[in-house]
């Protein structure tokens, strides 16, 4: 599960063992230049940055990232998934 910062809250879920997800933040370009014009780039390698404990603490870091980093031209942001 990928999920945007800026994205609609969803709850946590616990798996069968009743832990629940850690999560893994991330940053990545959500678009590429091809053919000098800017494209959707689903397949974009994605950089570690840190792993948070809950959703909360993971939307939070992606909004500590995202405002403390210009995104430029290819929209390049932080997001997180469950790990």
């Known amino acids: 599960m990928i999920v945007v910062s800026n994205a ?3 709850s946590s879920f616990v798996d069968t063992t009743g832990e629940v997800d850690m999560y893994e933040v991330f940053r990545r370009n959500w ?3 091809e053919n000098g014009k ?14 948070a404990d809950s959703e909360k ?3 939070e870091m992606c909004k500590e990232y995202n405002e403390e980093n210009d995104e430029g031209e290819l929209s390049h942001k932080a ?4 790990v």
Do not use: L, M, N, T
């Open 8 to 10: 609609v809250q969803q």
């Open 31 to 33: 678009w590429k230049i």
């Open 57 to 59: 603490e993971a939307r």
């Open 38 to 51: 800017r494209v959707p780039d689903p397949s974009a390698d994605s950089f570690h940055i840190d792993y």
């Open 79 to 82: 997001e997180y998934r469950s």
